[in-house]
Structure formats: structure tokens, C-alpha cells
């Protein structure tokens, strides 16, 4: 049986592979095992994205949570980030975040922070997916005074609006700023925290109706963003994801601004101020090979660990690194937060263009992106971690990386969050790569099928 856990909590479609018993065992198990140690009444706080299924979700968790004698604290809709600065700082026990993040509207998915706001370790997923598929046989739930209460608290969103501009206390006055929030979690909390530290700002994507999720817009699909942000003589486009903790930025031409490019600018404007801690960032195998150059050229050491945020922080964590982060905008400034925090991440670049006073173009020139391209194949999910056991599909993989040994690189992998597997090949040709990467995909898929 494949693992219940992904590399971002468990996801699934809403109602069918994430139903809403299996949101109520998460609750009972995630509580029993998130506060087994403690001697008080836990509480753990609850939030979700804009998702039609976010509050059925989060009813079946919460009521799992009650059943093992904790207490939830509902909060509605908030962006994953801020459910782990939330969860630290009213000192609860645990937190949970109700969202599918990039993916479309009819996903959705659970995912846990402890008491401190990170994300959980493999071991201890493993523990609540063994309490699970053991029907919770060690769980002695309470009766009367014991069961637990749901408290709801819409309002302590705004203190997380207040902890981002107090972070970074820049003045945006001199900025026009094109903001798509993906009609998702950051609709509110992003326009607001932006408006309130100046800036001329135009919000799109504001007005989510628990269906419109992503849908076109937000930063999986920067088209219209870019376009906004090229006829509003904008200075820069922030794009966020549904849940809001990763951003994408456009330059004032237009020009996509990855999270790549954003860590190379964060992280040399931290370094030349002496605030990057070991000179050190922290990336993923999937970083672009431009990355590393900058970081040769610089004097900035680049560490690397395998895909996800949750093994990039882990890496940070037990080295004592502040920056580090993956090209699809999820960033952290651990500095700051515990997590990818989308608008944290957007003020930090905000900083770097005011006190600097540069474009974001000329900023983004501190790293050359070399051509990559990346295509998914849509594989039965339960297969998608054994590609390598198909022979057609391993010998095409050693042809492609005998073909791009010494000007460039292949990599494939399984989705952690999805039904794919992806292919990413680096070389010098767009045109070649993106045939290659095409051709390798669509064997997947058929092999696979």
C-alpha cells in the first residue's frame, strides 16, 4: 500500500480518496499523537484555504480532534503560514492546515504542524498512519468532561497580518505592485498587509467562491499576470498559490522572476549585509544549474537535498542555515517563520528593490537561467514510484543522460502531491529539451498506463 503521507501532509480528491472519515481519523490520530505527551487539555488550531470542500474538511477533523479530548480552535481561511506562526505564538499544541495549495478545486488535503510550527517528520506521519490502518486500537476515547471543544476564532488572521509587517517594516509608497492571489487564502491577508505598508496596489484574483481555486490564474498560471503588470507600468507582479506559501514574481518587462531568482536576490542582498548565515543557501536537486554558477561566482555555498520543502528546511535546520528553498516559489526565511510563507517572501524582494532602488530585471541579472524543460506524465498513483522497474522506460532514461552528459542534466521523478512523474532535462537548446522531455513523458505515460 503506497504511503498516506506525501511530501506536503495527505491530498486527495475531496470526498472520495480524502473523505471525511478519513479527515475525522486524521483528527483523532494526529491529536493522539501530536499531545500524547502532555499532561494538560491539548489545543490545536485549524485553518483552510478557499476550497467549496474546506469546510466539510475541516467539521470531520475537528470533530476527530474533540473525540480523543483536545480542543480545536477553528480559525476559517488562512494561508498555510500563517497557521504555523498562529500555532506558535498563542503556544498551542499543534496545527493543522485544510488546503490542496496549487492544485485545482476539487483536491484538497490535510497537513500538520507541531507546537513549534514545522512540519512533521516522515516518523512521526508513519505513527498517525499506523494508528489508522490499526483502527486506532490504542486510543482510549473520553466520555463527558472529556471530550474536547470547538472554539472559533476568525479573527486572529489579523495578527498574522501584523507579525509580516513588523518582519519587514518596508515602505512601499514608491512601488505600483500587480498582486494575484489565486483566489485563494491570501485574497485578504495580502491585499491588506501590501495596502497598509503603501504601496500602489493592483489586486486580482481576490474574489474566490470555493470553486475558482487556481483556475488560470495565481502562480501556476502566470500568463495574465504578466500581461497586467507589462500594461499598468507596474514595478513588479507577486503571484501566490492557493495556500499562499509559495510566490512567484514578474519584472517590470514582464519577465517570470522564479523562486530560484528570488533566492539569489534575497540571498545576496542577506549576504552583503552579513545575514546570511554560513554564506549557505539551501536548494533542491530540481534548482536550475544557473543557480550553482551564481553561487561559484558570488561565494555563496549551495547545499542541495532531494524535492520538497519539508527536506530543504530539515537540511537548514540541522545546519543552522537561514535561506533556502525550491524554484517553484516556496521559500524560507527561517529567520522569520517556519515554513514557505508567500508573503514574507514578497516583502523581503519588496526590501531588496527599495533599499537598493533597482528594477527587479537588474536584480534578477545576478543569476543567468539556463534553458530547462519540464513536463509531466500522468501515471495510476500507486505505480508512480516504480518507473525505474519498466526496462523500456529505465534504458530511454540512460540514453538521454549519455546524450546531455557534459552540457547538461536529466532528472526524473515521482510527484509527492500528484499522479505524475516528472521529467526535467537541462541542456543548452530549448528546442531539444523540450522534444526530449516531451518524448521521454509520453513513454512514461504509455508504459506506465
Do not use: W
Not at 25 to 43: D, F, I, M
Not at 242 to 249: E, F, P, S
Amino acid at each position: 500500500m503506497a504511503r498516506m503521507f506525501g511530501t506536503d501532509g495527505v491530498r486527495g480528491i475531496a470526498g472520495t480518496e480524502l473523505s471525511i472519515g478519513l479527515a475525522m481519523k486524521l483528527g483523532q490520530a494526529g491529536a493522539y499523537v501530536l499531545t500524547k505527551e502532555r499532561s494538560h487539555q491539548p489545543t490545536i488550531i485549524v485553518g483552510c484555504d478557499t476550497r467549496i470542500s474546506g469546510g466539510m474538511l475541516a467539521n470531520a477533523l475537528m470533530a476527530g480532534i474533540c473525540s480523543v479530548g483536545a480542543n480545536a480552535i477553528y480559525v476559517g481561511v488562512a494561508p498555510t503560514p500563517a497557521i504555523a506562526y498562529l500555532t506558535r505564538k498563542h503556544k498551542v499544541d499543534a496545527g493543522v492546515v485544510i488546503s490542496a495549495s496549487h492544485n485545482s478545486m476539487e483536491f484538497n488535503g490535510i497537513k500538520f504542524f507541531n507546537g513549534e510550527g514545522y512540519k512533521l517528520s516522515d516518523q512521526l506521519e508513519d505513527e498517525i498512519e499506523e494508528l489508522i490502518k490499526n483502527n486506532m486500537e490504542d486510543i482510549v476515547f473520553p466520555i463527558g468532561p472529556g471530550i474536547g471543544r470547538v472554539e472559533y476564532r476568525f479573527d486572529i488572521v489579523d495578527e498574522y497580518i501584523e507579525f509580516e509587517k513588523k518582519t519587514v517594516p518596508v515602505n512601499l509608497s514608491s512601488l505600483k505592485i500587480v498582486v494575484d492571489c489565486a483566489e485563494g487564502a491570501s485574497s485578504y491577508t495580502s491585499v491588506k498587509t501590501l495596502q497598509d505598508l503603501g504601496a500602489n496596489l493592483i489586486a486580482i484574483h481576490t474574489d474566490p467562491d470555493g470553486t475558482n481555486i487556481n483556475a488560470n490564474c495565481g502562480s501556476t498560471h502566470m500568463n495574465e499576470l504578466r500581461a497586467r503588470v507589462v500594461s499598468e507600468k507596474a514595478d513588479i507582479g507577486i503571484a501566490f498559490d492557493g495556500d499562499a506559501d509559495r510566490m512567484l514574481a514578474v519584472d517590470e518587462n514582464g519577465k517570470l522572476v522564479d523562486g530560484d531568482e528570488i533566492m539569489a536576490i534575497c540571498g545576496n542582498y542577506m549576504k552583503s549585509r552579513g545575514k546570511l548565515a554560513e554564506n549557505t543557501i539551501v536548494v533542491t536537486v530540481m534548482t536550475n544549474l544557473g543557480f550553482s554558477l551564481m553561487g561559484e561566482r558570488e561565494g555563496i555555498h549551495i547545499e542541495k537535498t532531494k524535492v520538497g520543502d519539508r527536506y530543504v528546511l530539515e537540511n537548514m535546520r540541522e545546519n543552522g542555515y537561514n535561506l533556502g528553498g525550491e524554484q517553484s516559489g516556496h521559500v524560507i526565511f527561517l529567520d522569520d517563520n517556519t515554513t514557505g510563507d508567500g508573503l514574507l517572501t514578497a516583502l523581503h524582494l519588496l526590501q531588496v528593490m527599495t533599499d537598493t532602488k533597482k528594477k527587479l530585471s537588474e536584480l534578477a541579472s545576478v543569476m543567468e537561467v539556463l534553458p530547462q524543460a519540464l513536463v509531466n506524465a500522468k501515471v495510476p498513483d500507486h505505480k508512480k514510484e516504480s518507473y525505474m522497474e519498466y526496462a523500456e522506460i529505465a534504458e530511454a532514461i540512460e540514453e538521454l543522460e549519455k546524450k546531455f552528459a557534459g552540457e547538461g542534466r536529466v532528472l526524473i521523478r515521482p510527484s509527492g502531491t500528484e499522479p505524475l512523474v516528472r521529467v526535467m532535462i537541462e541542456g543548452k537548446d530549448q528546442k531539444v529539451i523540450d522534444t526530449e522531455a516531451k518524448k521521454l513523458a509520453e513513454l512514461i505515460r504509455r508504459v506506465m498506463l
